[in-house]
């Protein structure tokens, strides 16, 4: 079964506080991505990994950091976060044709 | 500019009218998808189209490269079909650009 996954699902954080956002697949794809998406702009790209350490910026990386040491994990992390940073992160990966997303992180930064 | 339009922005349908969603893009393109976001906000991918014409049950969409335009055709609406709707186009080197999507409701 062809599965995307992302923990947590819901977080709440303080302004200045560090968070990691996890994904994993289980599909083997090298390509994996971080994207957020707010009211009205869409989802747009933080990030995307063509494989292990072979991360490449994406439209909106200012603020963000990855880290992919296994094929299969991609995690996502803002060191002290600010609160324009609350929104709904989706993790992907993705074959030569498709992708395939998580079900998201919503998180809120007070 | 925008690389990815998708009109209309929003849509409101009679339970068993039929509906033509319309995705334009500004260059060119490697492949392309439309995907489905539920209310509560997941995605689900609907066809990977980058060209041609691919029917699932009451779903259908049509790639025209030379026209940079992709549609999605829902036959016989019904209230489970709303949501969101989003095109994305892979642009190259495995990078994709989404439209703002079509919201939809079906109304009963």
Redesign the interface.
């Known amino acids: 079964d062809m599965k995307v996954t992302q923990m947590p699902r819901y977080l709440i954080k303080r302004m200045g506080e560090n968070v990691l956002l996890e994904c994993g697949q289980d599909m083997s794809h090298e390509t994996m991505y971080w994207y957020r998406q707010d009211p009205g702009l869409g989802l747009q790209l933080i990030y995307i990994s063509y494989d292990v350490d072979s991360n490449s910026e994406g439209d909106i990386p200012k603020g963000y950091r990855v880290s992919r040491k296994k094929r299969e994990h991609f995690s996502l992390i803002l060191d002290s976060a600010k609160t324009n940073q609350t929104s709904v992160y989706f993790c992907a990966s993705s074959s030569i044709y498709e992708q395939y997303f998580g079900p998201g992180t919503r998180l809120t930064v007070l | 500019g925008q690389q990815v339009q998708q009109s209309p922005a929003s849509l409101v349908l009679q339970e068993g009218e039929n509906a033509e969603l319309q995705c334009n893009f500004s260059t060119s393109l490697n492949?392309m998808?439309w995907?489905y976001q539920r209310p509560e906000?997941?995605?689900v991918?609907l066809f990977?189209n980058p060209s041609g014409t691919k029917q699932s049950g009451r779903l259908t969409s049509t790639t025209v490269i030379k026209e940079r335009r992709s549609s999605l055709h829902i036959s016989s609406s019904q209230i489970t079909d709303s949501g969101t709707y989003?095109c994305?186009i892979n642009t190259g080197n495995?990078?994709?650009v989404?439209?703002?999507?079509t919201r939809l409701k079906v109304i009963a």
């Open positions: 492949s998808q995907f906000g997941s995605l991918s990977y989003l994305a495995y990078k994709y989404f439209g703002a999507g």
